[in-house]
C-alpha cells in the first residue's frame, strides 16, 4: 500500500524558516528514484497549487511566489522530500503535500504551516 507522510509544519512568524519531509512507503526504489517528486500546497479557502517539483536528476523548479526562498531535496535511499522553506511570508500559509507522479490520485493528510505577520 502507498502512503505518503508529511511532517515538520508548525507556526511561525514571517522571516522564520521550516523544513517539510515526505516519507513515502510502498514504493519501490527504483519507482521512487526514477520519477519526480512535487510539494503542493493549499491555501486556507484555496484551490491547491503546485509548489515546487523536483526531477530524478535532482533538478528542481518552483512557483514564482516560492523562488529564492524554498528550496526542494530528495534523498532517495530513504524515498523522501524535503522542502526547506526559508523567509516564510503570512501567504505561505496553508496544508502542504507531497506528490508521486504515478499516484497522483494519492494524498496524504498533509502537513500544516501558519506564518503570522
Known amino acids: 500500500q502507498v502512503r505518503l507522510m508529511e511532517s515538520g509544519g508548525g507556526s511561525v512568524q514571517a522571516g522564520g524558516s521550516l523544513r517539510l519531509s515526505c516519507k513515502t512507503s510502498?514504493?519501490?526504489?527504483?519507482?521512487?528514484?526514477?520519477?519526480?517528486m512535487s510539494w503542493y500546497r493549499q491555501p486556507p479557502g484555496k484551490q491547491r497549487e503546485l509548489v515546487a517539483t523536483?526531477?530524478?536528476?535532482?533538478?528542481?523548479n518552483y512557483a514564482d511566489s516560492v523562488k529564492g526562498r524554498f528550496a526542494m531535496s530528495r534523498d532517495n535511499a530513504k524515498r523522501t522530500v524535503y522542502l526547506q522553506m526559508n523567509a516564510l511570508k503570512p501567504e505561505d500559509t496553508g496544508v502542504y503535500y507531497c506528490?508521486?507522479?504515478?499516484?497522483?490520485?494519492?494524498w496524504g493528510q498533509g502537513t500544516e504551516v501558519t506564518v503570522s505577520s
Open positions: 506528490s508521486h507522479p504515478s499516484y497522483r490520485h494519492l
Open positions: 510502498g514504493i519501490i526504489l527504483s519507482a521512487f528514484s526514477g520519477n519526480s
Open positions: 523536483i526531477e530524478k536528476s535532482g533538478a528542481t
